[in-house]
């Protein structure tokens, strides 16, 4: 079958779909992605742009399906010996590399800038994208099949358009929600879909494969009945099993979040899905090292913090009463802008004496931001949070710096050292009492 | 002409080909393997060279896969098509295209050739190429020819059936058809005119 496979590599519409999907694939992956430099946020990105591709690969496979039709050839081919199931493969099966090689070839592109200008590419995400390889696949043949159906000028448009329309519905409608091909992004660099996500992706995959080769090459209302049933089956598993909330979507990824640490002293690690940043993190959290110092039993080493469970947007998933503290290690949360890149880091781990990411519930802010802008001997903390939001303005910790500074510098040291220990140890409200000496610790 | 290219089923009757029924799915897929077929409306993918297109046509007429390239050639060659194998067949005129037609269903060199209207859309000088292409395929294979061209038949046929409203009226040689045109009928040829003559004298008797 070698030979008429290559026979329709050449002469179909397989090439001009695996170009279609791959450019449009490559856009709309770009406008996702938005060059980040995570890993799983690429997986995510790839997954999500099915909901384009998909209805791609079933337009073209409409236009393949009915070129029997289109062109008179079916008497033609009728009379010859082939069964149907074998007339329909090398067809079938140029499609199916031809999405394949396009989906594989955007894979492989992301992979190398992953190489390039990341530090973690993990399995999960790997899985994510390869289950939609199959998914592909099953929507050109189910397109074959409709096209084989009707084969009209207009039905590749349509159900295109149709497709789309589904997913955008999916995405949106509660009750339809595990069909969606979208789904809510990781909220967290190491977060990774969970099994029932992959296994959703893979029953519907499947169902369309299966479905769209009995309903292409299938000649009885047998093979007619089994692969709709096919199809209905692989909606029906990708709907029961694919959860569609942020909690049952994701997990946390243990080996994106494994400790790299950089070379030298003070001890600096951050976690493997940000080891790219050590460069630029390591003379920030050296500094702050340092600054912090000042203070009596000063952590000698900073650690990027790394929770244990995934993030929802609620503040509550990170911080609650039970301080998460190593002793003599100070832990630091990278936020990350759009650069992919995280240049306050020293002000955020002076912030608070290094006790905001201690995954306690931090209150008073202005104290916090007061002792940070303390540490740093100026007047300013200048943090951008991405995460929760925090944002203060110098007006709101002035008066509680102000007020720190009156006191002899023995008392100040004493005081900071203060709010850091209670900080520590989840006693977070009114710290200004702390450093304003209206209350001793 | 579908009925015997297996295309439709009979709608009644039994129907035999080669030596077996075409009505037992059995023993279908070996009929069809020996058969080679021109339909009227000669369906082809335009974006096919015509090389592509026997190959392709081979494969599905379950050439050997080791013969197929060998077998393609030999059928593009008798068509007289070897100098545009490689061309796309929605670059070639009409009367290249039906040559590719019976080029993609001799690939296989059946036992059995249906050729339906294989001259329509020819020009005079294709028709009488063909007719000698016709000549020459009936040496080694049964080949029926369906087709409203008299000339065609007395030209190159050893044997003819004229059907009228699915009715045979007459089978002979073609020698026989022309005889009968000779003092009576209308047309331009005797075989025409012999052809004109049955028909009236079956449709009076009807």
Redesign the interface.
Known sequence: ?T??LL?EL???NARILGLVVGAVGAISLASIFEGSRQWNMFAYADAAIMCVLAPLALAGGAMLGR??QS?????????????SWQ?IT?AAAALAAAVTGAHLLLAAVGIVLMLLYSSYIGARGLMSILVDVPLLIGAALLGIAAGRVWPSRLLPPLLASAAFAIQMAADSIPAIQGLSLIGPQPEADWESVTDPVLLGRLGFAFGLVLGGYLLSAGTSWIFRAGGSAAVAGGAAVMLAVSPTGSAERYLVDADAQRLVCADGVPQVCVTAVHAYLLPSVVPQARAALAKLAKLPYAPTRAVEWRPDSIFTGDEADYLGNQPKTVQGTVSFRLDLDEESEDTDVEASILNGAGTTANGCTLDDTAALWAAGAWLTGGDTLDITDRVFGWQLAQSDYQPVLVKLRQAPEAEQVRRVTALRDAANVCQTKDLTAILTGRRDS | M?TL???IKPHGGTLHLLGASCTDRRQL??I??R?G???Q?????????VR?YV???A????VP?HE?SAAAQRAIDRVGLTERAGSRLKALSGGMVRRAGIA?AIVNDPALLLLDEPTVGLDPEQRVEFRNLLRELGDGNCVVVSTHLVEDVAAACTNVVVMDKGERVFQGAPADLTRLGESDGIGDSPAERGYSVLLREHRSAA
């Open positions: 079958m030979g008429p026979i050449k002469r179909s070129r029997e062109t008179r050839a079916a008497e033609l081919m009728h009379s010859t010996g082939r069964p007339r090398p | 579908r290219s297996t295309v897929r070996a069809r393997s058969l077929y021109l339909p409306h000669f369906g082809f993918y335009p974006r096919f060279t592509d190959e392709y046509m494969w599905l007429r379950e896969k197929i993609q």
